[in-house]
């Protein structure tokens, strides 16, 4: 519980990419870094489905929602996992369905804004 309380905390700080007119592209590479920085191989991350979101609190504040793909240790590919990423805050869906990415995604990946190619 702790940790969802943690989450939602630091989706209120989320990004203002709307409020601030932030370019979408530099939004979304941020989002790329954060998300495979702690991969084994992060060069070898590929994404699919991105978007920036507004989420559910409005306020402005945007997300980027979408899915990755990278070799695991074994240097085979895992599989595209949902992810969103709202300011410092990366969250990844767990193979078992379970986790933070189950709890902020509905929130945070509310309203589509740009698709993202």
């Known amino acids: ?3 969802v309380f943690i989450g939602l ?17 530099a939004l979304v590479a941020k989002a790329k870094a954060e998300v495979s920085k702690d991969f ?23 997300s980027v929602c979408g899915e990755v793909n990278a070799k695991n240790a074994f240097g085979a590919y895992v599989g595209y996992r949902p992810f969103v990423v709202s300011g410092e805050l990366a969250a990844l869906a767990e193979p ?12 945070l990946c509310h309203e589509l804004v740009r698709s993202i190619k």
């Open 40 to 62: 084994k191989d992060p060069e070898s991350a590929n994404f699919r489905n991105l978007g920036v979101y507004k989420s559910k609190t409005g306020k402005g504040r945007v």
């Open 1 to 3: 519980m702790r940790t």
């Open 9 to 25: 905390v630091l989706a209120g700080v989320s990004m203002t990419a709307l409020a601030k007119g932030e370019n979408y592209n």
């Open 96 to 107: 078992d369905g379970e986790g933070l990415y189950k709890t902020l995604a509905p929130s």
